[in-house]
């Protein structure tokens, strides 16, 4: 395909189709994550692998493993795979879009998310009911569909009107593809207006380019405290401890309220349906209410919720059991009317020009960075209660 993609894609359509492959590469991630948490229950699972310890957390290759290093293996293979998708992604979806569209957009991206986690959990469910491997199998290929749809949509989807303006000789190109972008001629306004616009960044930005030194200087802005805020805000939306409940909130309702595997898969299942139904709630609220206000009141709904439910678990009684169960949805709306979308904005905003590349990807690492040991540190707590 040519830089500008396929000829009968344009206006709307183009936009909403850039939309859904970015939307997929979400879903993907979500399910990724959804998915795991029932096949770290799974009987056949757990004896294929030799009973490994739940921080083996597994993804699209793993269905077809046989022994533990294979699901390893696959799970590094899997994760650089959804790496390169949750970064490019936004990024891809914010130069297509108009800049009145991103915040809202943003949000989209993490209900797919949230909407693939869903699906991971129903397929979980369906499948516990089949005794043979296929109960973990399946539920990992399937994942394959995600990853297929984006690679074959995105061979018909163009470059970016600012990548083609950047790298090409003259930004005749990129101008023809915004027009053909916002569905309108050339030398519409709109489309003159945008393209300066889009001139000017370029030129401020080969000025003004910083270096990964420069992310430690203060340069008369506080530069330096801009990305050690960035960097913090996305490493601690994980130390919430969101992803306790993503990945193990089936383990978490077998061992801690004496559940059984059947009826904690289920549970789950209904749990990330309200997780979904809440987030469409930050669609309103994002651009409304403020980034600040959803994190100060979110995160204080947070950490009374688990104080709360600290308390349900110690007293171990069937009304506190049912107790314990509603403060984890209400512990999810929390965190996703808070700290879902509005992290993942945050440090582009703050970040000075010259910094914002390298400052957002850092920021992202350090998101990734705190899910990983968050997953490490809390698959330990669990193996301990079982007294691995």
Same mark, same amino acid.
């Given at each position: 395909?040519?830089?500008?993609?396929?000829?009968?894609?344009?206006?709307?359509?183009?936009?909403?189709?850039?939309?859904?492959?970015?939307?997929?590469?979400?879903?993907?991630?979500?399910?990724?994550?959804?998915?795991?948490?029932?096949?770290?229950?799974?009987?056949?699972?757990?004896?294929?692998?030799?009973?490994?310890?739940?921080?083996?957390?597994?993804?699209?290759?793993?269905?077809?493993?046989?022994?533990?290093?294979?699901?390893?293996?696959?799970?590094?293979?899997?994760?650089?795979?959804?790496?390169?998708?949750?970064?490019?992604?936004?990024?891809?979806?914010?130069?297509?879009?108009?800049?009145?569209?991103?915040?809202?957009?943003?949000?989209?991206?993490?209900?797919?998310?949230?909407?693939?986690?869903?699906?991971?959990?129903?397929?979980?469910?369906?499948?516990?009911?089949?005794?043979?491997?296929?109960?973990?199998?399946?539920?990992?290929?399937?994942?394959?569909?995600?990853?297929?749809?984006?690679?074959?949509?995105?061979?018909?989807?163009?470059?970016?009107?600012?990548?083609?303006?950047?790298?090409?000789?003259?930004?005749?190109?990129?101008?023809?593809?915004?027009?053909?972008?916002?569905?309108?001629?050339?030398?519409?306004?709109?489309?003159?207006?945008?393209?300066?616009?889009?001139?000017?960044?370029?030129? %401020?930005?080969? *000025?003004?380019?910083?270096?990964? /030194?420069? &992310?430690?200087? $203060?340069?008369?802005?506080? +530069? !330096?405290?801009?990305?050690?805020?960035?960097?913090?805000?996305?490493?601690?939306?994980?130390?919430?401890?969101?992803?306790?409940?993503?990945?193990?909130?089936?383990?978490?309702?077998?061992?801690?309220?004496?559940?059984?595997?059947?009826?904690?898969?289920?549970?789950?299942?209904?749990?990330?349906?309200?997780?979904?139904?809440?987030?469409?709630?930050?669609?309103?609220?994002?651009?409304?209410?403020?980034?600040?206000?959803?994190?100060?009141?979110?995160?204080?709904?947070?950490?009374?919720?688990?104080?709360?439910?600290?308390?349900?678990?110690?007293?171990?009684?069937?009304?506190?059991?049912?107790?314990?169960?509603?403060?984890?949805?209400?512990?999810?709306?929390?965190?996703?009317?808070?700290?879902?979308?509005?992290?993942?904005?945050?440090?582009?905003?703050? %970040?000075?020009? *010259?910094?914002?590349?390298?400052? /957002?990807? &850092?920021?992202? $690492?350090?998101?990734?960075? +705190? !899910?990983?040991?968050?997953?490490?540190?809390?698959?330990?707590?669990?193996?301990?209660?079982?007294?691995?």
């Amino acid at each position: 395909m040519n830089k500008v993609g396929h000829p009968r894609l344009k206006g709307t359509a183009l936009v909403s189709t850039v939309t859904s492959v970015c939307s997929f590469g979400f879903w993907l991630f979500g399910y990724e994550q959804g998915v795991m948490s029932g096949v770290v229950v799974s009987r056949p699972w757990l004896t294929q692998m030799g009973n490994p310890s739940t921080v083996m957390i597994g993804s699209v290759l793993m269905g077809s493993a046989f022994e533990r290093i294979q699901m390893m293996v696959a799970r590094v293979i899997a994760g650089i795979g959804i790496g390169y998708i949750t970064s490019v992604a936004p990024v891809y979806q914010s130069e297509i879009t108009p800049p009145e569209h991103r915040g809202w957009l943003v949000c989209c991206q993490s209900t797919g998310m949230l909407g693939g986690l869903m699906l991971g959990y129903w397929i979980n469910y369906g499948f516990y009911f089949h005794s043979s491997s296929a109960q973990w199998r399946f539920p990992l290929l399937f994942q394959c569909i995600f990853a297929i749809y984006v690679i074959a949509v995105t061979l018909w989807l163009p470059e970016t009107p600012r990548w083609l303006m950047q790298h090409d000789p003259t930004p005749d190109q990129g101008t023809t593809f915004l027009a053909k972008l916002r569905g309108v001629s050339s030398d519409h306004p709109a489309v003159q207006h945008e393209r300066a616009e889009i001139l000017d960044a370029i030129s %401020l930005e080969a *000025k003004e380019e910083g270096s990964w /030194s420069d &992310l430690f200087k $203060a340069h008369g802005i506080q +530069g !330096n405290k801009r990305f050690y805020l960035a960097i913090s805000i996305q490493f601690l939306q994980e130390l919430s401890g969101i992803n306790i409940v993503t990945y193990y909130a089936p383990t978490l309702f077998q061992q801690s309220l004496g559940m059984s595997q059947e009826r904690s898969l289920f549970l789950g299942c209904f749990l990330q349906v309200w997780y979904v139904t809440a987030s469409f709630v930050t669609w309103y609220t994002i651009d409304r209410v403020g980034r600040r206000k959803l994190w100060i009141s979110m995160a204080c709904g947070q950490c009374l919720v688990l104080v709360l439910e600290a308390i349900c678990v110690k007293m171990n009684t069937s009304q506190a059991s049912i107790g314990a169960v509603f403060l984890i949805f209400v512990y999810e709306s929390c965190f996703t009317w808070g700290w879902m979308a509005t992290v993942w904005i945050y440090p582009p905003e703050i %970040l000075p020009l *010259k910094l914002r590349a390298k400052g /957002s990807a &850092l920021a992202t $690492a350090a998101d990734f960075l +705190g !899910n990983f040991v968050i997953s490490v540190t809390s698959s330990g707590f669990l193996n301990d209660n079982n007294g691995c």
